[in-house]
């Protein structure tokens, strides 16, 4: 497939926001709900965030994104599918890219999952839909 090749690493600052967004979950409930129900839902939380963390930012699942090749996310099964033409949110800390195709998905790439320039890199072609060709020599600049 033709375009960038950006791989994937495991961002556990991801993984630690899911598993604590879940716990403030679980939490509220037990508040609303005191007994056996709100403890059972709330364990059920609590595993739910521990699954999400572990195939969305730990990238443990087969069907976790390892990698984004050109307009299309390559899964850890092999299976590539297409992104969605202009439905990308880009911030200084994460890139949100929705997935055509079946489901609605989306793929979080966060800061700690690229390197600094593959990250900023990412960041321009999700915004541009390419990236800039500049000459090997503009690319530091020295006083």
Known sequence: ????????????????????????????VLSALPGALGGALAGALLLLGLAAAWARALLGSRHS???????????????????????????????????????????????????TEEFRRLRLWALWGKLPRVAPEQLHFRA
């Open 65 to 115: 994104a390892v990698a984004i090749v050109g307009g299309r996310v390559e899964l850890r099964n092999g299976e590539h599918l297409p992104i969605a033409a202009g439905r990308h949110h880009v911030s200084r800390f994460l890139v949100a890219l929705a997935l055509s195709g079946r489901g609605r998905r989306t793929i979080l790439v966060t800061r700690d999952m690229l390197e």
């Open 1 to 28: 497939m033709s375009g960038p090749r950006f791989a994937l690493s495991p961002s556990w600052t991801l993984a630690a926001a899911i598993v604590a967004l879940h716990a403030a979950a679980a939490g509220a």
